[in-house]
Every structure is written in structure tokens, then in C-alpha cells.
């Protein structure tokens, strides 16, 4: 799980281009979207898209997304079970 | 002089509904919808979904589909007229893209099979196609394009610079909206249902709608409705998301009722923007609830029947909303069941059969450019203030980018001699962006930004723009080329929403009102070559309905791949440049200061006398020559052999003896260059001079007298900056 995070952090940056920003700036327990980071419902999107073609995981409404993207920890625990319901 | 009026003379649809007007009248009488599954490419797999394709339409003709689509509209529009229009206003997104996509997805290189691809073309082939030898403009701000457009032909009609205008809008179903509103999550995987409490999206859909607008100072014979005006806003919040509160929505709204004089009581039926996304909706209901109150008109969104046609949605509508003051249908919110009490709206939820005498149609886009036009009863006789004209407006500030650099750099590069051909870096254009607010733009809307933010710091005005004209020639090709690349490289399973909202032709000017915090009117035009005049023939054509601060910019970038492919004058030109100029502006309201006055916009196809016609608009030959102390031609390198001709041809005709500066010499070839050559122009106006360097004799010196910049090539434009001491 921690392990995924870290993972989970460097690949926002870079799917972000959150050029100013740096893994030890990402608090797993933060709010992710519309927190610090400036992270906005663009980039949820842009996550979505990382997230199916990285670990065939899918989140396609809006209200799920919302609960998904609480914070970076809910995001990580709906990948890591979901992934190990269906495995690549 | 009686108040000149406005009349819909001709309508033509195209639709998923069908082919032509009564064909439609029977659909909404009877509440179909057109919305099913795609025919016309195979989506990936997991990736289908409902859309409005417009059934049995197997082209004939070697251009787009958007193109085909368009014509067949305008054709039916003008089937009971045998004169061509004067003008040409068309709003459209797509343009040349379901042709441009499928040889991408080839790895064709032959640029010749690119030649439709700008927005631009598809206007041009109507004129062509219909004989129109007058103005002809091409606007841009995705899902409001097709309002917008006819917005502006009302104003053209209006001012009298037009007295009959073909405006409208089209776009074609093509992979880019289809797997890029899916990828923003908005589609309704069972079709949209407007207003629905279970509404989850939109449906991506085709069509076209044209309207012939015609002036007159009472009803003409066989008049639809009468145009009684238009109102446009910006929300200035966010690129792809509705401001919740429905702020622009609202100011648009509010802008068309004072715009066509009528009272709100007056409105009996509002044809929403209704996409069917959550956040349309719920945004729209709110600023309806603000507008209205307790006075709610009969309202319903038609995207049920239709589909979201993007561009043509706003004109398509139009169309509805015609047909409500004369044929007296009042159409349903096609496919709503249960409206969503959250809305509070109720909507029409089968066809009445009711006239109504005001109506009044929703449309609002990507960018936050939202555009609401009002139509009435053409036998009713609406008493309106008459508007005043803004035909030349006062430079308070000025930028450009160019090869060379910001605009003193420029002017630097220039006084040593030298050309400000070339591609800034990236790293230089962005020197004076918040970093953070800008990491996910690309070039084009950096260099759009910085060229906004630097005319705005120069300029001596405390407040910033509140409308903003933009023209682009191609716009953002990065983010286009990347959303196309990466969705062919995944097999048609992954695309970016970032770069899907960022490529449209005006994110540009949409990201620049959310920094400026412009919530005026927002316009986007694309006429190639002559994009900036388009944007500043835009700008003096509805700066009178706010009357604030405006900012008018031009830019392009140079894409590696893409640019030799869409511009000749690129391959040709052979020294890859991009850049673009930006003026800020306020109505001439007396004083001295420096000012801008568009002169002249016409095709020169099928336009032998052009030339005389340009010199007499300019008040002939003696008057030219006392005017102008100095030309700036702009000649685009595909049309050099016809440039250097009407050169030669205005010249000698005005008998011009001033420094003649073949601009694109010094600015590189771009479409856009022009708004770099009219920032530099306001530079030479204020030192009075320009220098040797780049009349390529001695110094001229201005001495009072004006800089004439005109476009050469397909049109021929004029517009003047002088000093007014």
C-alpha cells in the first residue's frame, strides 16, 4: 500500500507537469482536489485516464470520482483492491 | 430614417433529425429524437455510445463532411433568392477535422489533402460556392460558435456594413469531440436527457443551420421572424466547467433582452443551452431562476432531439426558435421524463401547438463563451433605442512576440536591421506567467497569455479588458496533435481531457478572460490570414453593448508537423515563426491619443474590381495619398504572384509614393503576423517614425500622417492606426 502511494505520487507530478511540486509535498491524508496542490477537476480527468491505462482500474462518473479522489489514500485503497479483483 | 430591422428571410437545416425545415417542423411536431448509435467510424471497444449522425447523408462532393453539411444548409436557406449574399458568417469547431484526423491516423504527409483542414475553409467554400464576394467571417467558441456567428451577422445587418448576411453554423461528427467529451466524462451512455433528474451527459452530434438575414425598415414579403438582437458574456472561471451559479449564462441572457429592447414579461418561450451534462443544467436552471423568478416562460433544451451539435447547435436552434413565432410550435424537452426537481424548471414536455412573439435561445461553450439571441413575431413592431456605432476605437496599450522577442526587443531587433523571424522559446514567451496557473498550456495559448498580459501592463487604463476579440489562423495545434497522437497510439482507448479542452480554437481567449478577469463578450474568429482583422471587425461590431475596455489579439504558433502541413505560405516561407501582437483598447469617446479603425474587408474571388474598391473606400487616390505616410502589406507567401498584382494595382491606382513594407519580410510567415505588423505600426505611430531599416530606404519620417495596413491574397482587408493629436 505505501508502496503504491509512492508510486501514486510520482506519477501525479508527471501527469500533472506539477512542475513546483515535489513527492514529500503530497500528504496522502490531504484533500487531493482543490486542495494545495491546485489540482482541479481537469486533472481528476487526466488522473482517470492514468489510472486505466497504468492499472486497469476504471472510474467513470463523476460521483464516484469524487469519493475516489477524497484524498490520495482513498485513491491508492480504491486501486489496490479494485486491481486485485481483476488482475491484469 | 426609420430603425433599420433585422429579418430571417431563409432557414436551412441539415440535421439528425433530417434534411430541410418542413421536414423538421413534422419531427418536432411529433417529439423524435435522432439520436442512436454511430455509423460513421467504429469506436473502440467499451467505447460506444449514442449520438445524433445525420441519417443517409452520403457525400458527393471532395471536401469535409463539415463543408458538405454547410452547403446543403445554406443551399436550402437561399432556395427562394436568387441574389448571393454579402457576406458569410459561420461558426464552426471541426471544420476540416473528420478529414484531417483520418490522415493523421495514416501518416499522410502530402499537404495537398490538408487544404480543408482550417476552420476557415469552410466559409470560404460557401462563398465560393455561392458566389459571395463581400466580407466573410469564421468564428470559433466551440458550443456557442453557431449563436455567436449569427450575432454578429445581425450586427453587420444592423450597422448597415451588410444588408443581406448567410450566417449560421456547422460541424461534423468527427473522433476528436467524440473520444474527447467522453474523455471529460460528459457523454450519457443512453443518450442525453436534458433537465432529467436521471440526466448523465450529453450526445455528440452533426448538423448545420443557415439563416439569411436581411435589413429592412418594415416586414419584408416572406419574412420568418425578425432578429431583434443578441447578448454575449463570458464566465471567466473556468475552461471547460460552467460557473455553478450560472454567472456568464446570466450576463449573457441579461445582455440579449437589453440588446433587443424587450421586456422580460415580452419572452414566452426560452430554447435552453440544455446539453444535458449535471453541470449545464444545473448552472443554466440557476441563472433562468435569477432572470425570471416568478415569471418563468414556456423553456425546453431540443439537445434530446438534436444531440449536442456543437457549432451548429446555436443556429440549428435558431431555426426551433422561428419556428416557434411562425409556424407556432413549441417544441419539447425531447427525452426528459422526470424533471430533476433540483432544477427547478418546468419544462415543455410534449410539443405545444402555441405562437409565441418573443423567444429567446441558449447557447453556451468551452471557454466560458456563452452567446443568447432574442427573435420575435416579424409582424410585431418592437420599439428599440438605436444602438451607436463603435467604428474606430483608442490604443491605451500594445504587445508582440515575435522571433526576436517581447515587444521592445522587437522594435530593438528592427532598429538594428535585423528580421524578428523565428520560434521564441517557450521558456521566454513564459517569463511573466504564474507557472503554476500555466503548466498545462502549450504554446499557443502561452504565447495568447503573455501578448494579453503585456498589453494590459502597457496600457494606461486602471482596468483590465472586459471583452476580448481573438484571431487564429490554425490554433492550438500542439495540444490538437497531441490529443490525436496519443488516442491512435492506444488504439483508440486513451486521450487527454487536458489537451481535448485546450485544443479547441478558443481556450486561448478563454484562459486569458479567466486571468484578466474578462467576463464580456469572448470571441474567437479563424479566418486564416486574415484572422486579427476578423477579431477587430468582431470587436467593432459589439463593443457597443458593454462599452468597457477591450483587448484585440492575433497569434499563431509554429508546429513542427503540423504547420507545413495546414499553411502553404509556412512550407513555402521555409523559416519556421510564430508570434502574434495584442492592443488594448477603449471606445473613441474624443481626445487625442492613437487609434484603430477597420476600413475594408472583401473576397477578391469573382471580384474583378477589388482594387477600385478598396481605393474608393479609402476616399481615392488624392485623399490616400495626403493620409498615409507609410503601407504595411500583407502578403502571404501562397499567394505571392496575386499579392505583388493587387500591390501593384493599389499603387498605381492611389498613385502611393510612401514606404511600401512587405511585412512578413520581417515577421516570418504566420497567419496572425498581422496583429504583430499593427503593434509595431502603434510603436512607429508614437515615435513618429520608422526607421531605415525596415523601409528598406531612408528614414520616414510620419509626420502626422497615418500607417495603412492592409491584407492581401483570397481577401483583400484595410485597417488604419493614426495619431490624433
Redesign the interface.
Known sequence: MEELIAELKEKIIET?????VTPEDINEDDRLVGGAL?I????V??L??MI??DYSVKI???EL?EKIFASLRTLAEYINKNRQEQPR | MNRRRVFITGMGIISPLGLGVERHLDSLKKNESGIGPISLFTPSPGNSFPVGEVPGFAQSLHVPRTHELALVAAREALSQSAAAPDSIVLGTTTGGMPVTEELLKKNETDPELYRYHSTSTVAEFLASELHCTGMVLTITTACSSGAAAIKLAYELVRTGTARRVLAGGADALCRLTYYGFN???LIDPAGARPLDRGR?GMSVAEGSAMLLLEAGESRPEGAIAELLGGGLSCDAF????PHPEGRGALAAMRQAVQNAGVALTEIRYVNLHGTGT?DNDLAEAKAMNSLFGNGMPLLSSVKGAFGHTLAASGAIEAVVCAAAVSEGIIPANTRCTEPDPELNLKPVLAPLAERAGVVMSNSFGFGGNNACLVLADPCMNHEKPEADDASEFEITGCACITGAGDTDQTMQKLQDGGACIGTLPLADISKSLP??EV??LKRLPRIALALAMEARKNSNQDQGPSAIFFGTSFGPMSETYDFITRLYA?NE??????EF?GSVHNAPAGMAAIMLGASGANLTLTGGDYSFEQALIAASLTATDDGGPLLVMGADEFHETLSPLFDESVRLGRSPSDGGGALMLRKYSGGTGVRIKPLFFENQKENPAVVASLVRRLGGAEEIRARYGALLAGMPMKDRGACETQLKGFISAAGFKAPVIDFRKYTGEYGSSTAAAAAIAVRFIHEGEIPASVTGGGKCLLGGREILIIGLGSFITAFEIFNYA
Open positions: 500533472l507537469d506539477l512542475i513546483d491546485g482541479d477537476s481537469i486533472d480527468l487526466e482517470v485516464m486505466d491505462k467513470d462518473s463523476k470520482g | 474523455s471529460l466524462q448523465k473556468h475552461p471547460a466547467t449535471k507557472p503554476r503548466r498545462r492506444s482507448q486513451f486521450t487527454s481531457p487536458t479542452v
